[in-house]
């Protein structure tokens, strides 16, 4: 995966192994030397993950203006460059917890940076950054991680555990009320792990929950190789890592899940919204449009159903608009209940509806036609009567009919029946 990354270098650290490395595997490289210039290239630029080399004294500037850096990234990835020289025990400021998305040293291997920044880029490539530049990322809230095959959870620093329940299991299969989880973490020391991972992200809620090998160096090369066999795991995790290292690509897994899960809401809410009539609760005429000339050529064995509302505009002009916005949802919802889950039901004008409906013989379409007539007429709005003309048009099998031809056609015969003193169904022979 090609990412454009920016690399804060402020402490000068010897950054040429990873510039290289991320060089040779086609990474764009921005560099800065400095963190409060970054803000600038941050808000000018298109940035999909940042480098930042950690000092080793945090002064109360550095702080001021990561703080800044880290509300202004929003959904970018932050990774912290730690000094191999200082020493891979050495302790991570408490500061950059819940801050950093991930840690990696200066000596990092070529293999194991590509595939650590490929991680992080993908989970920031699953939403689209401007849609989701007005969330807030503070506490993550309650979350719930489970732990399977693992003899103990050592590793797990405590900001992994605050404001979490922890499940932890030591056999496989289990009842499946462990999979509402927000993270699975699984022991690549069990032979069951491969057949674990893929039965977890076979669960239809488990599409995208992050799933986590992890491994000690007797194992390292076989979590390596289930990797890349595509079971499902989103990353693998080295229980020797310093266990800073480990809470925060941990946390940044959980943070960029509920971020995606929050972009899913919001883009199925824009999608309906855009797709529903407000008033009457059915599609409406746009998306019935593109509906019909995405699936133009599929309407074999169909119908059209034209259905207008009688004497529309005197109701309008004696009750006024919110009684006939009323009246409109009322009739919908009598419509509603006489189609099938399959068929399209839209609001083709101001007073008329449409009902597409697939695969259906004509017996059963002019069926429908008139029990949705009938049941209208019997059913009074708030002691005002309101009745129907539909028009009824049916695409046979193998004959030359477009389904515009349909809908003018069903449209002509909804005419015809208001024509003829509404209250009826008129079908096309």
């Keep these: 995966m090609v990412a454009r990354v920016l690399v804060v270098n402020e402490n000068k650290a010897d950054l040429s192994k990873i510039s290289s490395e991320l060089k040779n595997h086609y990474f764009a490289l921005q560099f800065s030397k400095s963190i409060e210039d970054s803000l600038r290239i941050i808000s000018s630029k298109s940035i999909d993950i940042v480098l930042i080399s950690v000092p080793q004294r945090i002064s109360n500037t550095f702080r001021d203006f990561f703080s800044i850096l880290r509300q202004q990234c929003n959904v970018i990835p932050i990774v912290g460059v730690l000094d191999s020289k200082n020493g891979k025990g050495a302790n991570i400021p408490q500061f950059f917890c819940a801050t950093m998305d991930d840690f990696i040293y200066t000596d990092i291997k070529g293999s194991t940076l590509v595939d650590r920044m490929n991680a992080l880029a993908a989970l920031k490539d699953r939403f689209d950054e401007s849609l989701l530049s007005h969330v807030h990322i503070g506490e993550i809230g309650r979350r719930k991680i489970v732990s399977i095959f693992h003899d103990n959870v050592d590793f797990l620093h405590e900001s992994v555990l605050k404001n979490t329940e922890l499940v932890t299991l030591n056999t496989w299969p289990v009842i499946d009320n462990i999979y509402n989880a927000d993270l699975f973490l699984i022991s690549m020391a069990s032979e069951q792990a491969n057949e674990c991972c893929a039965s977890i992200r076979l669960?239809?809620?488990?599409?995208?929950?992050?799933?986590?090998?992890?491994?000690?160096?007797?194992?390292?090369?076989?979590?390596?190789?289930?990797?890349?066999?595509?079971?499902?795991?989103?990353?693998?995790?080295?229980?020797?890592?310093?266990?800073?290292?480990?809470?925060?690509?941990?946390?940044?897994?959980?943070?960029?899940?509920?971020?995606?899960?929050?972009?899913?809401?919001?883009?199925?809410?824009?999608?309906?919204?855009?797709?529903?009539?407000?008033?009457?609760?059915?599609?409406?005429?746009?998306?019935?449009?593109?509906?019909?000339?995405?699936?133009?050529?599929?309407?074999?064995?169909?119908?059209?159903?034209?259905?207008?509302?009688?004497?529309?505009?005197?109701?309008?002009?004696?009750?006024?608009?919110?009684?006939?916005?009323?009246?409109?949802?009322?009739?919908?919802?009598?419509?509603?209940?006489?189609?099938?889950s399959s068929d399209i039901i839209a609001r083709y004008g101001g007073d008329e509806f449409i009902i597409v409906m697939t695969e259906v013989d004509k017996l059963t379409a002019v069926d429908i036609a008139h029990r949705i007539q009938k049941k209208i007429e019997a059913s009074p709005f708030q002691e005002v009567l309101c009745t129907v003309s539909v028009g009824v048009c049916c695409l046979e099998s193998g004959g030359k009919m477009s389904i515009q031809d349909a809908i003018s056609i069903a449209d002509k015969f909804m005419y015809i029946a208001k024509q003829s003193g509404g209250n009826s169904v008129k079908i096309c022979a």
């Design 203 to 340: 669960k239809k809620t488990n599409k995208y929950k992050p799933i986590v090998f992890t491994f000690d160096k007797d194992t390292k090369e076989k979590a390596k190789r289930s990797m890349r066999l595509s079971f499902g795991c989103t990353d693998i995790i080295n229980l020797s890592s310093n266990r800073m290292i480990i809470a925060s690509r941990i946390n940044s897994l959980i943070k960029y899940n509920r971020l995606h899960e929050m972009f899913s809401v919001k883009i199925k809410k824009s999608l309906y919204l855009s797709a529903i009539d407000s008033t009457t609760e059915v599609y409406n005429r746009s998306f019935l449009e593109d509906f019909l000339e995405m699936n133009g050529h599929n309407f074999v064995s169909s119908a059209i159903l034209m259905i207008d509302i009688d004497k529309f505009k005197f109701i309008n002009d004696k009750f006024g608009h919110a009684f006939a916005d009323s009246m409109l949802k009322y009739i919908s919802n009598n419509i509603k209940r006489y189609v099938r």
